[in-house]
């Protein structure tokens, strides 16, 4: 019985496609564990967000904050009981409030529960909450730790009408696909949900302008 002869030239070709196959191989594997690696350590930043720090004023911004928010008191309660108090005239100052992103954030603190939770960063037209949520510790695996994300959001006043929009909400840096939220992406929150609310129709009535500038909220109110 004759054996056919193994070729100089089919030999190559043979190692060459076990060279091929091996490269490909390593180059799965190397990728998988990448992945792997990069899965570990986004989990472990994203669920290991430290708590936020409360921002604080100091005296006197806290003086040049309440001063800015009692200007802007409305006419006609002021805060003696005398039953014959003399009450200012509106004034262009007491209809303008500018508020900072720092003294916005330190009312937060001052006023919720979420001063370890959320930082607010006022951009042109947009607010971005920075937050990282407790997770309960009855949660397996994660419970006791922080989940850390943002929200954008564009504000702006158009009219009478306040258009509030979510531009994206990230999780460790993921954007969330817009049918994992609802569709609400892009959507005017206030036209489509909160249009028949009489608190926010009577509070969009009494303001003039609104405007979010980097690091400043500007409000004129109405006479």
């Not at 330190?106 to 529960?113: H, M, Q």
Request: charged share 25%; with cysteine.
């Amino acid at each position: 019985m004759n054996e056919q002869a193994t070729t100089p030239a089919a030999k190559d070709e043979e190692k060459g496609c076990l060279f091929y196959v091996l490269l490909s191989l390593g180059v799965v594997l190397l990728t998988l564990a990448l992945a792997a690696l990069g899965a570990f350590l986004w989990a472990r930043w994203t669920l290991n967000a430290s708590p936020i720090t409360p921002t604080q004023l100091t005296a006197a911004e806290q003086q040049v904050l309440d001063e800015k928010l009692e200007a802007v008191r409305t006419p006609g309660e002021p805060e003696a009981t005398e039953a014959h108090v003399e009450v200012e005239p509106a004034t262009p100052d007491n209809k303008t409030l500018v508020i900072t992103e720092k003294e916005v954030n330190a009312l937060l603190a001052s006023n919720t529960d979420l001063e370890e939770v959320v930082h607010i960063d006022l951009k042109r037209h947009a607010v971005q909450a920075r937050w990282n949520f407790p997770i309960p510790d009855d949660v397996p695996k994660v419970g006791g730790r922080r989940l850390r994300g943002k929200v954008d959001v564009r504000v702006k006043l158009e009219g009478d009408a306040l258009d509030v929009r979510i531009d994206d909400v990230t999780v460790g840096g993921i954007s969330l696909p817009n049918a994992w939220l609802a569709g609400i992406k892009g959507v005017n929150l206030v036209e489509s949900y909160l249009s028949e609310d009489p608190a926010l129709v009577a509070f969009t009535a009494g303001i003039k302008s609104f405007e979010i500038k980097n690091d400043e909220l500007r409000v004129v109110l109405e006479e």
